[in-house]
């Protein structure tokens, strides 16, 4: 079990590099939000405030490097480098699942960000670990990597892809509302690239969870990811098949912002520019998140190919906001945005 964890960690590096894991028919349907242009925004760019408040900490530009990877030594060099990354710019980081360090704690060095110390810092572990163990389990993790708080993911396509993945979910969201009764604003309950609908997220915020990545489809695909490493016939036309499963970023967004106001929201999945951030803060908001573009970046070019990922996307984000007319995010999302189909159509559906 403990060589398939890390030959596992170590096979997704790999196929993530693949154009496939991006499904074509998956959209996270930013393309479908258009910023209203301002023609005289009297503003200078250096007025333009991108900070942000999220889970308590405060942020230089909303967004976030989302927990992909750790647990083998190539894994642990790449969270070492996007950890100083986002210590530089100012942004949160989270680390990959750390299911692995309850059989292999030797292996914490391959999450732990060393002398990086990024604004905010999320342990991960997941909704059926968190069931079988307990509040304490998600305590120890957080303690280990010496991190602000935690993201709970929820990953049941994935899983069911995997050979041997967990077919039972049962009592997620009760184990979820005890750690939320004692980290409030330290957890984080993140998707894995299926998207978090109003409904699950009334259920969360109802179990006293605060903060949600709605992490949608349209951007890595980790049931297309699986399928991909699949050995039997069986799991590979499951992957095939649910491969573009999933509720659109933008309109999880969107919907989820409309059905629960008081919860602040990481929107990841499909996330590629500042643009797509500015858009997706536009919709509701508070941070938007990517892995992805900064992995592969990373992989090609080293920690300065990833770093021009990240400043470009701010620059993206801070260029969205002056041309809008916006001086900071209150007014970004303020700003009402033009909405085309299909995302009208999804946002009006899961309202109902």
């Given at each position: ?11 997704h ?40 408040e999220?889970?308590?900490k ?21 969270n ?33 960000p ?67 009764a ?13 998207g ?21 489809r ?23 098949l ?111």
């Amino acid at each position: 079990m403990h060589d398939d964890l890390e030959q596992r960690k170590s096979q997704h590096l790999d196929l993530v590099q693949r154009a496939e894991v991006e499904p074509d028919g998956s959209d996270p349907l930013f393309s479908c939000v258009r910023l209203i242009h301002r023609a005289l925004p009297e503003l200078a760019l250096s007025d333009v405030d991108l900070s942000v408040e999220l889970c308590g900490k405060t942020l230089r530009a909303p967004l976030m490097i989302v927990g992909m990877t750790g647990g083998t030594e190539r894994a642990g060099q790449i969270n070492r480098d996007l950890a100083a990354i986002a210590q530089e710019e100012g942004v949160a980081f989270g680390v990959g699942s750390m299911r692995i360090l309850f059989d292999q704690p030797d292996l914490l060095s391959t999450f732990a960000p060393r002398s990086a110390r990024p604004p905010l810092l999320f342990a991960n572990l997941g909704a059926q670990q968190l069931a079988q163990r307990g509040s304490s389990a998600a305590l120890q993790l957080i303690e280990l990597l010496g991190a602000d708080g935690i993201c709970i993911h929820l990953n049941p396509a994935q899983e069911l892809v995997q050979a041997d993945g967990d077919r039972d979910f049962r009592g997620c969201l009760d184990a979820i509302g005890k750690l939320a009764a004692e980290l409030g604003p330290r957890l984080v309950v993140k998707e894995t690239g299926c998207g978090i609908g109003p409904a699950v997220a009334l259920e969360l915020q109802a179990r006293g969870v605060r903060c949600i990545d709605v992490s949608g489809r349209g951007g890595t695909s980790w049931t297309r990811v699986e399928q991909l490493r699949a050995k039997t016939d069986e799991a590979r036309d499951l992957g095939t098949l649910f491969s573009d499963w999933g509720i659109p970023t933008a309109a999880c967004v969107l919907a989820v912002r409309a059905a629960a106001p008081g919860l602040q929201i990481i929107a990841s999945g499909g996330v590629r520019s500042g643009l797509d951030a500015a858009r997706a803060i536009a919709l509701g908001a508070d941070v938007a998140g990517f892995a992805l573009p900064l992995v592969r970046a990373h992989q090609e070019g080293g920690v300065e190919a990833a770093q021009r990922v990240l400043r470009s996307a701010v620059a993206a984000l801070r260029a969205a906001c002056l041309l809008s007319g916006a001086r900071n995010l209150l007014a970004l999302r303020a700003s009402a945005p033009v909405l085309l189909e299909p995302l009208r159509s999804w946002a009006e559906q899961l309202a109902r």
